[in-house]
């Protein structure tokens, strides 16, 4: 019955973990290039289940292995295309197929699929806040907000080449770490590539609205279902330990 405490209250855990995810994916859902999460679980504390000795045998018989808890072992990023969308704005650029950009960050180098871009007070390229869009030649400055893109990532300022957008893929998606909404961080594997590029588009996120309401549903029913019996545990619990106790 103890076992079945680990589990129940390690479900709810899991089920709660899982709900998390699904709400920000919805709240991103409308997220330049933001890629949706899912979250991993797997087994944790396997043990052998042992039958205890009996007269005739000196040892115990093996019966085989249990777990005692499933547990969150990881959110994973979902890397498949967003939609995308023609917004008309020369700044704007969006990948077709693999890769992300990359910015020159004050913490390093982070990677995205957002291509929603700016100019900053010093001419450079930059998108949000986050850092200046690296090129060929180091982070691009473009001295003028009259620029465009072609296919292959050729930057033009006022009609002239200044650079070609820095692209890169990864060996193993695992290890990208995700830094905040949309932004990563490599932990190695990086492999620069010629992505194709679209300019006057950007990215949707790859968030299926009715997929993760759907998810959330059943998140919510198995963690109240999970609730309930863990409830029923405790009651039995509680009985165990004060009335079976007086029995003589």
């Known amino acids: 019955m103890v076992r079945g405490f680990y589990k129940l209250g390690t479900g709810v855990m899991s089920q709660n973990k899982a709900l998390s995810t699904i709400a920000n994916n919805i709240a991103n859902a409308e997220t ?51 939609v995308l969308k023609e917004t008309g704005r020369n700044l704007d650029v969006a990948i077709v197929g693999e890769g992300f950009f ?40 473009v001295g003028t907000d009259n620029v465009q893109f072609d296919s292959n990532g050729n930057v033009y300022a006022n009609g002239q080449v200044v650079d070609r957008l820095a692209t890169y893929t990864f060996a193993d998606y695992k290890q990208l770490v995700p830094i905040q909404d949309g932004y990563y961080k490599s932990n190695g594997g990086v492999q620069q590539i010629n992505a194709q590029v679209r300019g006057e588009t950007l990215e949707g996120s790859n968030v299926d609205m009715a997929q993760e309401l759907t998810n959330a549903i059943a998140a919510q029913r198995e963690l109240q279902a999970q609730s309930q019996v863990l409830k029923m545990y405790d009651t039995v619990l509680q009985k165990a330990t004060t009335e079976i106790g007086k029995l003589n």
């Open 32 to 82: 330049t290039g933001y890629k949706k999460q899912t979250v991993v679980t797997e087994s944790f504390g396997n043990m052998m289940i042992t039958r205890v000795k009996s007269m005739n045998s000196g040892a115990g018989v093996q019966l085989g292995g249990n777990s005692m808890i499933r547990t969150v072992s990881e959110t994973a990023s979902i890397h498949t295309q967003g």
């Open 102 to 141: 990359a910015l020159q960050t004050g913490d390093g180098v982070a990677y995205t699929r957002k291509g929603d871009f700016n100019v900053d007070e010093d001419g450079y390229l930059t998108q949000g806040d986050s850092g200046r869009v690296m090129g060929q030649n180091g982070p691009i400055r």
